[in-house]
């Protein structure tokens, strides 16, 4: 059988329906899961965190090549489903919770964890975010995530995808494209496509920065009202200095935020904090796409 066969009779036998609230879109394509498990470069040591686990299709996968996998799961008509789709696995343990409420540090023994994620569009940020925000305790990130929110990370200043978020998450990771997902790969089929993407948590950001909170708070309010230029986006938060700072930053102020580097916005944050002459850029990783 399969595995769209296998997805299908799974939820036949528990009387499931796919939950549209919940943005349950289940991937049926052997050769999605193949890359998505092929990305991981799993090792029979590795401990994997799958969330979103769904009917288990990738979960049986993880499972037959690694030491221990984590099936976190939402849904519990799923959850039941899972523990009795994948009974013959010794190696998985069940978490029937809301990723956003469980503490990473609990799940680990030894080492790092591995994470595998197919995400719902209503939670791809904060669930991302959470991620890279307890990176120290994760050695590599697979994701599922919608086309849109990928185009976002992938992209480049000057372009219309570009935002806080673009900055925020190659801040904390160097990122690839695996390959693209057509929608026709899911049951049922969504509206829209999907990316996976790979990323390596970095213990050295690409930037120096001094202040992390402070830099990240400038992205923010720099492309919180784009048709701003920057001298009044940024006074919520520099004041009547925003002008002053920026000239000092080499950056002018009659610019928009989405025209500003990630470097151009370390050497912004580090400027109020110290001279210019004494921040030194580490130099950009760039997203990498595929040839």
């Known amino acids: ?53 769904g009917t288990g299709i990738v979960t049986r996968k993880l499972a037959a090549r690694v030491r221990n996998v984590i099936a976190c799961e939402f849904d519990r008509g799923l959850m039941i ?34 994470v595998v994620a197919n995400l719902p569009y209503c939670i791809t940020t904060p669930v991302i975010t959470m991620l890279l925000e307890t990176k120290g305790l994760i050695s590599l990130i697979i994701l599922m995530i919608q086309h849109e929110v990928a185009e976002r ?27 693209h997902v057509s929608r026709g790969c899911f049951f049922p089929q969504p509206q829209v496509d999907s990316d996976v993407l790979r990323l390596y948590p970095l213990d050295v950001p690409p930037v120096m920065v001094r202040d992390e909170s402070l830099f990240f708070q400038l992205s923010r309010a720099a492309f919180g009202q784009r048709r701003k230029t920057l001298r009044n986006a940024l006074f919520p938060v520099l004041g009547e200095e925003s002008g002053i700072i920026l000239q000092r930053a080499g950056i002018n102020p009659s610019r ?23 921040i030194k850029p580490i130099g950009h990783i760039k997203p990498i796409r595929p040839i």
């Open 1 to 53: 059988m399969g595995i769209e066969g296998r997805c299908r009779e799974t939820l036949r036998r528990f009387n499931l329906k796919p939950n549209k609230n919940l943005g349950q879109n289940f991937l049926i394509n052997e050769p999605v899961v193949k890359s998505i498990i092929d990305a991981a470069n799993l090792g029979e040591d590795d401990t994997v965190l799958e969330i979103g686990s």
């Open 81 to 114: 489903a899972l523990q009795d789709e994948l009974k013959e696995f010794s190696n998985i343990r069940y978490l029937q919770a809301d990723i956003l409420t469980v503490d990473l540090k609990n799940l680990i023994d030894t080492g790092k964890l591995k």
């Open 153 to 179: 990370i992938l992209s480049d200043a000057g372009t219309k995808a570009y935002g806080s978020f673009s900055i925020f998450v190659n801040y904390h990771s160097r990122v690839e494209k695996i390959r």
């Open 256 to 278: 928009r935020g989405e025209t500003l580097s990630i470097e151009e916005f370390a050497v912004l944050a580090n400027q109020t904090i110290c001279p210019i002459d004494l």
